[in-house]
């Protein structure tokens, strides 16, 4: 490279990068062709003239995204940002907004689009705000819970979620677990199951919350779980739940007389999805999250950064 090319590749990038000169132009400045400005600019980097460092207050938090990205071949991991005085609803509310992003970026006309239910979810949903209007439907990928607050029930949670995509939805009228496998499978094998369980062959993208450990899993507190449930499923060891389907922490689907009277997706289907989206933040539940990604019954995660450095601890003393 001559001097007269290094100095017109400077100039071109110190108008480009320093002035806020568009191609358009530095093309009529200079008398360069626009589509000359492009591998010029290009060249400058590769010369060396042009050194691009990208730098964020948040590079930590995008370097544990990215380590904890590549370690289980995640699509996507997002990181929220903790403050020392964020409320729990300041976080729902921050997450709530990671995701109408992430959301609006990934959905295309035409998903079918299925969500589980519980509180993490719940309140996410509750505070997604408008999305863009796009051709979807929404499904329950599991049986309603029991106990628990009507906010956090899975057709509350698909039916907000089509509103704010302005698309349609299914509601499930089946519990999540049932006492005998016999009940189960009248439900199962039902006209109204039928339909669900079509629309499960062709989900496209799924929403789901992550269940912590047997102990305080939302199975036990919504009494689905009893204890002769939660211990089989220890012996089984089980670190968390999808859809009210348990797994181990390396990622193994359990199988117990749970799953016989379980109505929900099976985690294997997940594994197919273009996006099956975990959205998890609680630092007690960063082995259940482990366990999900080993799995691969997820393949994004959104989470907040006190539950991201606990995975990321577990790598590293891994």
């Not at 005085?85 to 035409?110: G, H, P, V």
């Not at 299914?170 to 629309?199: D, P």
Request: hydrophobic share 40%; glycine share 8%; aromatic share 6%.
């Amino acid at each position: 490279m001559n001097w007269e090319e290094e100095r017109l590749l400077y100039r071109i990038a110190k108008l480009y990068y320093d002035e806020d000169y568009t191609q358009a132009e530095i093309s009529k400045e200079l008398g360069i062709y626009r589509t000359t400005i492009g591998r010029m600019l290009k060249k400058a980097r590769d010369k060396g003239i042009v050194k691009i460092h990208v730098q964020s207050n948040a590079n930590e938090l995008f370097e544990v995204e990215e380590k904890i990205m590549r370690h289980f071949g995640m699509k996507e991991v997002m990181i929220v940002p903790s403050f020392s005085e964020q409320s729990t609803q300041n976080l729902s509310a921050t997450i709530a907004k990671a995701s109408n992003q992430l959301l609006n970026r990934i959905l295309r006309d035409e998903d079918i689009v299925g969500l589980a239910w519980g509180k993490t979810l719940g309140d996410m949903v509750h505070q997604i705000g408008e999305l863009k209007p796009k051709n979807t439907l929404c499904v329950p990928l599991v049986g309603g819970p029991g106990g628990m607050n009507t906010d956090y029930h899975v057709n509350a949670i698909t039916m907000r979620m089509a509103n704010a995509l302005q698309g349609k939805s299914h509601f499930i009228n089946a519990a999540a677990v049932y006492n005998s496998k016999e009940t189960t499978q009248e439900i199962l094998e039902s006209s109204f199951m039928q339909e669900i369980i079509q629309l499960w062959d062709e989900l496209t993208v799924a929403i789901v919350g992550i269940g912590a450990q047997i102990s305080s899993s939302n199975m036990v507190w919504s009494g689905f779980l009893g204890d002769n449930e939660q211990n089989e499923l220890k012996k089984h060891q089980a670190i968390g739940d999808i859809c009210s389907r348990f797994y181990t922490i390396d990622g193994e689907v359990v199988n117990s007389s749970v799953s016989e009277r379980t109505i929900g997706v099976e985690l294997e289907k997940l594994k197919t999805l273009r996006y099956c989206i975990g959205v998890a933040n609680s630092k007690e539940k960063a082995e259940s999250i482990i366990g999900a990604m080993r799995g691969r019954f997820i393949n994004t995660l959104v989470t907040n950064e006190e539950t991201a450095l606990e995975i990321n601890r577990m790598i590293e003393k891994n």
